[in-house]
């Protein structure tokens, strides 16, 4: 198994914290990527990284950023938490001549 | 606006029998597909892909067959096992962009005993 380590795996909040989710990984891979599955609408891209420091947006970006300041580590912040972001979010890291691989997810609900 | 369909939610298959999984696509710049299974409480893990200039591949009992005219891709099961019961993703990778893959809806399937 490709080394990707998600924290928390569960997460309980109320509308309008803050909420931060990590993804680790130990393979040195080049991108990184979030992503959220909701029931009908599969995995949706919320945001990226290319390298350190180079991130751009996805599909679904609004409410969310992100930071990457080592290889290692990719984070995803809610700024202020909304009942439409519970969702399962999962992390992924890819080079370029590899499939991606995915993080196990992260559970967040917001009440 | 969603470049990759999957319209079925969900399959039932009886055991031993084939399992067709379709996905439809409509970015003519995607040029490479991939097909990823999913576990309750796990996350995906990649199953087999194709690029855009083959037509057909093929690992064990998984092939992949991809016909661009159509902008088609489909994922046949042979024969199809218990464990096969999952949820299977399909992905397309553009030219453009850091790797990106866009995926569809997601089919669930059920190899019934």
């Known amino acids: 198994d490709a080394g990707i380590t998600q924290s928390p795996r569960h997460k309980v909040t109320e509308t309008g914290t803050p909420v931060t989710l990590r993804c680790h990984q130990t393979?040195?891979?080049?991108?990184m990527y979030w992503y959220r599955q909701d029931p009908g609408h599969g995995l949706r891209l919320i945001h990226y990284s290319y390298g350190v420091k180079d991130t751009d947006k996805g599909e679904v970006s609004d409410g969310y950023s992100v930071s990457r300041s080592k290889t290692e580590d990719f984070l995803l912040t809610l700024e202020s938490a909304t009942s439409s972001q519970t969702s399962v979010y999962f992390c992924a890291i890819k080079d370029p001549n590899t499939e991606a691989f995915f993080g196990q997810g992260t559970r967040l609900t917001v009440v | 606006d969603q470049q990759v369909k999957q319209n079925s939610p969900s399959l039932s298959v009886q055991e031993g029998r084939i399992s067709i999984l379709n996905c439809d696509y409509t970015n003519s710049m995607f040029d490479y597909f991939l097909w990823y299974k999913k576990y309750p409480a796990e996350g995906p893990t990649f199953l087999i892909s194709i690029s855009s200039i083959k037509d057909k591949n093929e690992d064990g009992r998984f092939t992949v067959f991809l016909n661009k005219s159509a902008k088609h891709l489909s994922l046949h099961i042979v024969p199809s096992q218990p464990g096969d019961s999952a949820v299977y993703f399909c992905a397309a990778r553009g030219i453009q962009g850091a790797q990106k893959l866009v995926f569809g809806q997601g089919t669930r399937l059920t190899i019934n005993p």
């Open positions: 393979e040195n891979h080049r991108y």
